[in-house]
């Protein structure tokens, strides 16, 4: 099984940064896509940043210009660098990952979630 391992959220006040992580663990062939989710409390789960095996990047509108994702591809570990945040960033964020592992069997693990909570 691949499992993912987030970390890196936190406390911060607007206008603060936070960079999250999250670190595959198991034998993984290939991973396809990457992503980040945040769910806040009634609302539902929305993506926020994706970026494919070829390097392309998607973010939602409310956090471009803002929210950077990025690959070490050798480590197969994927960043959230959140700058500007705002009260309105607070959620769990889930790392989502897509791929093929070791037997060639497609994949799709999602971590554990990290509380980003921005104060105003």
């Known amino acids: 099984q691949v499992q993912l391992v987030e970390s890196g959220g936190g406390l911060v006040q607007a206008g603060g940064s936070l960079r999250l992580s999250c670190a595959p663990s198991?034998?993984?062939?290939?991973?396809?896509?990457m992503g980040w989710y945040r769910q806040a409390p009634g609302k539902q789960r929305e993506l926020v940043a994706s970026i494919l095996s070829g390097g392309s990047t998607n973010y939602a509108d409310s956090v471009k210009g803002r929210f950077t994702i990025s690959r070490e591809n050798s480590k197969n570990t994927v960043y959230l660098q959140m700058n500007s945040l705002k009260p309105e960033d607070t959620a769990v964020y889930y790392c989502?990952?897509?791929?093929?592992?070791?037997?060639?069997?497609?994949?799709?693990?999602w971590g554990q979630g990290t509380q980003v909570t921005v104060s105003s």
């Open positions: 198991g034998i993984i062939f290939s991973i396809d896509a």
């Open positions: 989502n990952a897509q791929g093929k592992d070791r037997l060639w069997k497609t994949f799709s693990s």
